[in-house]
C-alpha cells in the first residue's frame, strides 16, 4: 500500500531556532496537508497546499507542495514554547475518494532541556 | 458553532462488553471519518461516510460498526470490545481546506 514517510520523528528545539520537517509519498499526491496535535486535543489543520510547487505561509509557518508531488516540507521560523507538539502531515493522491488521507506518524516537537 | 464533538471524552470497557462513540459537527460537511491513534502508528482510517447514507471501509474496520445517522452525526460501534481496541478515537469531518478532527475519545479496554 501507499507509505507516506516524514521525518525527523522528534526533534529538540531552543526558543528562537527555526525549525525544518518533511514527508515523502512512495506516490503522488494531489493535496497536502500540515496538522499540529496538542496533547489531549485533536489534530488542528494548519496549512493545506492544492498544487505542486505551491509554498502557503501561516503566520511563521511556511509549507511547500514539492514539484515531484510526492513531498511536502514544514518550516517554522523564530520557534516559541507554544510550538511544542506533534506534527502530521498527510496526503490524498489522484483518484482518492475523500476517505483516502494518509497520514504520517508524526513530528514530536519538545523543548530542549 | 462547535465544529466537530465527540462524546465521550474517556472510557474504560471489559473485554466482550459493546458501546458505542458519538459524533457530531456543525459545519454543514457531507464527509465524515473515524480513526484510531496509537502510539508510533499515527492516524489510521477506520470508516469513511462520504455523504448521508453511505460509509465505507477504511484501512482498519475489522471490530467496528458506523452509522451515519444523519448529516450532522457518525456514529462507532464497537459490538464486543477486546485489548486490541484500546486506542485514542478521533472523528473528522471535511470541508473545502481540509478535514476537521474532534477532540479525541480515549478508550481503555482490559
Known amino acids: 500500500g501507499q507509505q507516506l514517510n516524514q521525518s525527523p520523528q522528534s526533534m529538540f528545539i531552543q526558543e528562537g531556532e527555526d525549525v525544518s520537517m518533511n514527508c515523502t509519498s512512495s506516490s503522488i499526491f494531489n493535496t497536502w496537508l500540515w496538522y499540529k496535535q496538542d496533547p489531549g486535543e485533536g489534530p488542528v489543520l494548519l496549512i493545506a497546499?492544492?498544487?505542486?510547487?505551491e509554498l502557503t505561509s501561516n503566520g511563521r509557518l511556511t509549507a511547500q507542495f514539492g514539484i515531484t508531488r510526492k513531498d511536502s516540507f514544514l518550516n517554522i521560523s523564530a520557534s516559541i514554547p507554544s510550538d511544542v507538539g506533534i506534527y502530521f502531515c498527510?496526503?490524498?493522491?489522484?483518484?482518492?475518494?475523500?476517505?483516502?488521507?494518509?497520514f504520517g506518524k508524526g513530528t514530536k516537537l519538545s523543548v530542549k532541556p | 458553532n462547535a465544529g466537530v464533538t465527540q462524546t465521550p471524552k474517556f472510557q474504560v470497557l471489559k473485554t466482550g462488553q459493546s458501546m458505542t462513540l458519538q459524533c457530531a459537527q456543525d459545519?454543514?460537511?457531507?464527509?465524515m471519518y473515524w480513526y484510531r491513534q496509537d502510539p508510533g502508528m499515527g492516524l489510521r482510517l477506520i470508516y469513511y461516510s462520504a455523504s448521508e447514507g453511505t460509509t465505507d471501509k477504511g484501512e482498519v474496520p475489522n471490530g467496528y460498526n458506523v452509522s451515519r445517522l444523519n448529516k450532522r452525526e457518525f456514529s462507532l460501534r464497537l459490538e464486543s470490545a477486546a485489548p486490541s481496541q484500546t486506542s485514542v478515537y478521533f472523528c473528522?469531518?471535511?470541508?473545502?481546506?481540509?478535514?476537521?478532527f474532534g477532540p479525541g475519545t480515549r478508550l481503555t479496554v482490559t
Open positions: 459545519m454543514n460537511h457531507n464527509s
Open positions: 497546499l492544492y498544487k505542486a510547487g
Open positions: 473528522a469531518s471535511s470541508g473545502s481546506f481540509g478535514q476537521y
Open positions: 498527510a496526503g490524498r493522491n489522484y483518484g482518492g475518494s475523500q476517505g483516502n488521507l494518509i
